[in-house]
């Protein structure tokens, strides 16, 4: 009898990438996907531990999942309970004692053990597993080869890991040492995607420019290593492969190979993702972010005058310890200065074990008043640039059906989700959208068919 697996994802992208990988490694042991927790033999929930409450979260969600387990085990069957991600990697102890009938906790170094995992907990009924190691042997040479079919868009995780040691961070502690995958088990990944249909690839990696992966060893530069530039050219040659992106990126580590790539690689999304964090130098310079606002700007620079349309998305954080009035003004005037396509912002929150949370901390109305100006002000750039795109015709790379019957949506190549009428059979195409409006976040067009404007809904 097939069994089934659920699994529930928090966080970021690459929790997203491990979660299909884990679909993937127990599908052997005759696990099937299943979309509800409840009936499932095995429960995964893939955490994130980068802001607050997230691990409150995980337990509350774990509640629900007891109830589930025990209902189970009253019609004599087995459920196995796992957590896995960052949660589990920092707090792998405290899961264990507080909700004992969990099963399995392993970090994200550890998820290519899960088949072996699975079969201990299978024959030690109780005793639970805990792996919370950063083995030696990278987890990518033991994950499986095929990956599932059928994505159009598909995230390619190069690079893990962290260095850098921002002060409120806690990747660098749940993720381990920065590591980069070799570039010819990366472009091997990218080929069996791209026959299984994708179009576009999302590098990921926590630090990803930061990549230096091994270059393949039958070319020229055998022996030696790639950085991403070197990476997003040798991708951009895959037959089928039609868009790269790659997500997040760090300020410091913009090379000019990158800078290059940006210009020569017209599959290259004029999109960047290049978190700032903060425009104050002192608190930037307390982050421990070793670079300057002046730094962004110039960085930015050279990559705008390598590819004047790409559009800037970034990260920040209000509410640093010791943020002043001042220091936030310097944010919001970096924000005016560099217009920002989108962003994502946050209150800091003081994630345990990292230096920042010694500080002394901002008042909670401090921080929430700074949070809303800001938004406010990301909220009206990405307004302004959505607006922007009316009236003009972008190539769309359709991904999946729309909220409504008969329409589709897709990605410009600014990232923007474009809703558009279209047959299913065009999903994977890129096709001329005529934009025709904006609706919350998204762009609505109509395909431009050569023989006039559609309307649009
Ligand atoms: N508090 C608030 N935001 C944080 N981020 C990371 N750690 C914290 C924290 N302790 C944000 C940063 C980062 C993004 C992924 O999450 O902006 O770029
Ligand atoms: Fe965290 Fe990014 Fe800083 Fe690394 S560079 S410590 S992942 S914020």
Known sequence: MTKRVFIKTYGCQMNVYDSARMVELVAPLGYAPSDSPRGADLVILNTCHIREKAAEKVFSELGGIRHLKRAKERRGERMIVAVAGCVAQAEGEEIRRRASFVDLVFGPQTYHRLPEMIARATRAAGDGVLDTSFPAEPKFDHLPAARAAGEVSAPLTIQEGCDKFCTFCVVPYTRGAEFSRPAAQVIAEAERLAEGGAREL???????????????????????????????????????????????????????????????????????????????????????????????????????????????????????????????????????????????????????????????????????????????????????????????????????????????????????????DAAAAHIGDILPVHIVGVRGNSLTGAIDDGRGREAAR
């Open 202 to 420: 999302t590098l990921l990696g926590q630090n990803v420019n930061a990549y230096h992966g091994a270059a393949p060893a039958n070319g020229p530069d055998g022996g030696g290593e790639w950085g991403l530039g070197d990476l997003l050219r040798a991708l951009a040659r895959i037959p089928g492969l039609d868009r790269l992106r790659y997500t997040t990126s760090h300020p410091r580590d913009v090379d000019d190979g990158l800078v290059a790539a940006h210009r020569d690689v017209p599959e290259l999304m004029p999109f960047l993702h290049l978190p700032v964090q903060s425009g104050s130098d002192r608190v930037l310079a307390a982050m421990n972010r070793r670079h300057t606002a002046d730094d962004y700007r110039r960085t930015v620079g050279r990559l705008r005058r390598a590819r004047p349309d790409l559009a800037l998305s970034s990260d920040f954080i209000v509410g640093y310890p010791g943020e002043s009035d001042l220091d936030f003004r310097a944010t919001l005037d970096l924000v005016v200065e560099m217009g920002f396509a989108q962003a994502y912002s946050f209150k800091y929150s003081p994630r345990p074990g990292t230096p920042a949370a010694a500080e002394k901390q901002l008042a909670e109305p401090v921080k929430a008043a700074r949070l809303a100006e800001l938004q406010a002000l990301l909220q009206q750039q990405q307004g302004a640039f959505n607006a922007a795109a009316v009236g003009t015709v972008m190539p769309v790379l359709f991904e999946k059906p729309g909220r409504h019957e008969g329409q589709l949506v897709g990605r410009s190549p600014y990232l923007q989700p474009v809703h558009a």
